[in-house]
């Protein structure tokens, strides 16, 4: 799991930890349950064989039982065992495995001074959105082309001036316009 750099406890401790909230969770239903135990039989069969997985898919059996025996036979196989719990858990019940006490006291317990810069709060110049800045970029480019072009040789690029203004907003366009008409009227 991406977060274990965080973490101090093992997967072992961390299952005895949440192993009461897991016997205790509804929304691990029966589907749910035999989801996780078909996905440790399948692909962990030294985890949870043929016959230990027909067992805790016994429908005879409640599920808060079932759910109770399996979280207990896999702590007793140790480590590894937890550790593809809790994958099998992240991948089929998400809701659940970020609801876990342990996942709830990581994201609690971290402290925003350790954070990575990307993490950061970025500081905002202003709220006015991309728009904003594309018309005063606008702005900035018309005036450049009437700084450029000049009184002199405006006259000659008149058309070419109240061309470049068609790419412009709507008060920059009128500013570039007036200015090339003007020009053309001397």
């Not at 858990?89 to 006490?101: A, G, K, N």
């Not at 709507?170 to 090339?180: F, H």
Request: hydrophobic share 40%; aromatic share 10%; charged share 25%.
């Amino acid at each position: 799991m991406g977060d274990s750099y965080v973490w101090t406890d093992s997967f072992h401790d961390q299952l005895a930890e949440d192993g009461a909230f897991l016997r205790a969770e509804r929304r691990l239903d029966t589907e749910l349950v035999d989801k996780i135990i078909l996905q440790l039989n399948r692909i962990y069969p030294q985890i949870l064989t043929d016959k230990e997985a027909t067992k805790f898919r016994n429908l005879d059996v409640p599920t808060c039982v079932r759910r109770g025996e399996l979280l207990t036979h896999l702590q007793a196989k140790g480590e590894e065992a937890c550790r593809e719990f809790y994958r099998a858990l992240h991948l089929h019940v998400e809701d659940v495995y970020y609801s876990l006490p342990t996942r709830l006291r990581l994201r609690d317990s971290v402290d925003p001074l350790t954070l990575p810069s990307a993490y950061k709060e970025r500081h905002v110049m202003n709220d006015n959105g991309p728009l904003f800045f594309i018309g005063c970029f606008s702005v900035a480019v018309g005036m450049a082309l009437v700084y450029y072009f000049g009184e002199a040789k405006l006259t000659g690029g008149s058309g070419a001036l109240g061309m470049a203004a068609l790419g412009l907003k709507r008060k920059a366009r009128e500013v570039l316009v007036w200015y090339a008409e003007e020009s053309l009227m001397k």
